[in-house]
């Protein structure tokens, strides 16, 4: 075996052992001499450009042994990616605050958290010239990029304490039961029409908790420029806004039910009206959820 198979099947062994990430950040890097390359997490693509690439099989080696150590650790970014709500607070926070701070790299991951952070690990500027310490020291093409691992871990771990600080306390948020499909759906579209709706254009509420968890994070950014030189208490535009939108529901609820009364006047007798309230209250529901478990399991047994 010569040395050029050698080092090739020591790129490959390497290549597969790579983490999404440093995929990802290597893809990046490629993308400055092949500017076809699109960065995504996807090792197959990775392997096949390796081997389509001009460069010297040694030099890219030593970039895959390179690559981790200019990414923001796991355990710095676990905040954001463990957690539905923080990433997509991060995400608003990050548009309004932080772009003249950190640009986010352009990526073609189709996940929110997967594109912002991947976003952020492939976030860097070309040095010219290049920073070596010796001219005998071996070449790392990853020398030629100012990645700002420092600049980063500081602006994420600084953005975490104030997430941690003006997260909304479920006290402000008990009146929403993530549950109630239709008391969820209501609060997205408030928080919209007083724009105030986090929205992100990769992410999809797939279930109750999803929507939860986005309702959650928009009233999370109300107070994103709490000074934190000072200990936090909610704004007092917080607690008027929460309050004014829990007002905003119980008349909602109070018309429905009104609206549900009236209309069971125009089909149902007085005394059948009387009968329908009776059986209901043995249940503890109201006469129109009554009347609707009736509907349904009337039309569930004619299956």
């Known amino acids: 075996m010569n040395n050029n198979q050698s080092t090739k099947e020591q790129l490959l062994h390497k290549a597969n052992g790579l983490t999404e990430r440093e995929v990802a950040a290597t893809l990046a890097i490629l993308n400055q001499y092949h500017n076809d390359i699109v960065i995504i997490r996807d090792k197959d693509y990775l392997l096949r450009r390796l081997q389509q690439t001009y ?31 923080a990433s997509l607070w991060f995400y608003n ?25 991947t976003g952020i690990d492939c976030s860097f500027m070309l040095l010219n010239p290049p920073i070596y310490s ?37 006290k402000y948020t008990d009146w929403i039961d993530i549950n109630d499909i239709d008391q969820l759906y209501w609060a997205v579209d408030y928080l919209r029409k007083a724009g105030m709706l986090v929205q992100n254009v990769l992410f999809l509420a797939q279930d109750n908790k999803d929507t939860f968890a986005q309702i959650c994070a928009s009233l999370d950014t109300i ?22 939108m829990r007002k905003a529901w119980s008349q909602k609820k109070f018309r429905d039910k009104k609206d549900a009364e009236t209309a069971q006047e125009h089909f149902l007798t007085r005394r059948h009206m009387n009968r329908l309230k009776k059986l209901a209250s043995e249940y503890g529901v109201s006469s129109a959820e009554y009347l609707q478990q009736l509907i349904d399991e009337a039309y569930d047994s004619t299956d």
Not at 62 to 80: C, H, Q, R, T, Y
């Open 134 to 170: 010796n001219d005998s020291e071996q070449l790392h093409i990853i020398n030629n990029y100012n990645f700002g691992l420092e600049y980063k871990l500081t602006v994420i771990n600084d953005t975490k304490r104030l997430y941690h600080s003006i997260l909304t306390e479920r």
């Open 93 to 117: 926070y990050y548009h309004n605050h932080l772009t003249s701070n950190i640009h986010l790299a352009h990526n073609s991951l189709s996940n929110h958290v997967d594109y912002l952070i």
């Open 223 to 244: 107070d994103n420029f709490h000074n934190m030189n000072y200990q936090y208490t909610p704004t007092a535009n917080k607690r008027f806004f929460i309050s004014n």
């Open 55 to 85: 460069l010297d099989q040694g030099l890219l080696l030593v970039l895959l042994n390179d690559v981790k150590s200019v990414l923001v650790p796991e355990e710095s970014s676990n905040w954001i990616t463990k957690d539905l709500r």
